[in-house]
C-alpha cells in the first residue's frame, strides 16, 4: 500500500486548478518518489513490478483529475472499507457462491484507495511523511487481517493455510519495516512481483472458484484451490524474508565491521 494519508488545509485556501496540478504532478512525483523522511531520517522508496512503471502513469493522471476535497485519508479509508467489504464477501460465499463477486469488486476497490492516496498526497505536495508512513502500514497489516480471516471462514480456504499465510506476511512485514529504519530502504515489490499483481492474482483465482469450483487435482489428490495458492504464497513470502534479511544482514554487516 502506498504509504501516505493526509487530512485537507483548514483555514481559506486557494484551489489550485486542474491545469497546474497535472503540469506538477510528475515533477513533484519524481521528487517525492526518491527519498521521504522518516523519523530516523531520508530513505529510498523502490518499486520494481511488472506493472509498476504503467500503475504510476494511470494514478497520477487520476490524482491530478480527483476533486479536491477528496484527500488521501478519505483513499484510505476507502482501501479499508474495501477490504472489510473482501472479507466479507468470502464469509458471505458459504451461502452463496456470487458473493465471491463482490469480493472481486472490493479488490479493485482496495486497489483504488490503497494506491491513489499516496499518489494525491505526492502531486498535491501535501505529504505527512511519519503520520503516512504509519497509518498506511497499520491498514495494511489490518486489511491482511480481515482478507485471511474472510477466507479462513470461507468453505474455498481451510483456516490452517489461512494462519500460515497471514503469518508469513506479518514476517515478512516487520522485516521490511526494520529494513526501512535499519538500512533506509523500503520495498514495495520483490521479483517483479507487487500488491496489483498479488491483488489480479486473488481476483482471478476468485473467479475461477466460480467458474470450475473450488477443488483442484494436484499429485494425485484433491485439494482446495485457495489451500494451494495459500501454502505456495506463503512459502514465497518466506523465500523473500530469508533472501532480504541476508541481503540486509550482509549490508549492515559491511556497513559496520567488527574493529580490529
Same mark, same amino acid.
Request: proline share 3%; glycine share 10%; net charge positive.
Given at each position: ?31 517525492? %518518489? ?25 494514478? *497520477? ?19 479499508? &472499507? ?14 452463496? %457462491? ?8 472490493? #479488490? ?14 505526492? *502531486?498535491?505536495?501535501?505529504?505527512? $511523511? ?14 491482511? &487481517? ?8 470461507? $468453505?474455498?480456504?481451510? $483456516?490452517?493455510?489461512?494462519?500460515? #499465510? ?8 516487520? %522485516? ?24 489480479? &492474482? ?56 567488527? $574493529?580490529?
Amino acid at each position: 500500500m502506498e504509504a501516505t494519508a493526509m487530512t485537507a488545509n483548514k483555514g481559506t485556501r486557494t484551489t489550485p486548478g486542474a491545469a497546474t496540478v497535472r503540469m506538477t504532478a510528475a515533477r513533484t512525483m519524481a521528487a517525492a %518518489e526518491t527519498t521521504r523522511p522518516t523519523g530516523t531520517g531520508a530513505h529510498v522508496r523502490e518499486h520494481g513490478s511488472i506493472l509498476a512503471d504503467a500503475e504510476k502513469r494511470a494514478l *497520477v493522471w487520476m490524482a491530478a483529475r480527483l476533486p479536491h476535497w477528496i484527500n488521501a485519508d478519505h483513499l484510505t479509508a476507502l482501501g479499508l &472499507l474495501a477490504m472489510v467489504g473482501v472479507g466479507a464477501s468470502y464469509w458471505a460465499s458459504r451461502w452463496n %457462491e456470487l458473493a465471491l463477486l463482490g469480493a472481486v469488486a472490493g #479488490l479493485a476497490l482496495n486497489w483504488f484507495g490503497d494506491s491513489l492516496d499516496g499518489t494525491v498526497a505526492r *502531486v498535491r505536495n501535501h505529504q505527512r $511523511p511519519r503520520y503516512g508512513f504509519y497509518v498506511d502500514h497499520v491498514v495494511d497489516v489490518t486489511s491482511m &487481517l480481515l482478507l485471511c480471516a474472510g477466507l479462513a471462514l470461507s $468453505p474455498h480456504m481451510s $483456516p490452517v493455510a489461512a494462519l500460515l #499465510l497471514l503469518a508469513a506476511y506479518l514476517m515478512v512485514s516487520a %522485516e521490511a519495516y526494520l529494513a526501512t529504519h535499519a538500512c533506509g530502504v523500503f520495498r514495495v515489490s520483490l521479483l517483479k512481483v507487487g500488491p496489483t499483481e498479488l491483488r489480479i &492474482l486473488l481476483a482471478v483465482g476468485t473467479l475461477r472458484l466460480l467458474t470450475n469450483g473450488s477443488e483442484v487435482e494436484l499429485f494425485g489428490s484433491t485439494w482446495l484451490l485457495f489451500d494451494v495458492g495459500g501454502v505456495v504464497a506463503a512459502a514465497g513470502l518466506l523465500g523473500a524474508l530469508a533472501f532480504s534479511a541476508i541481503r540486509n544482514g550482509l549490508a549492515l554487516y559491511r556497513a559496520e565491521p567488527l $574493529p580490529r
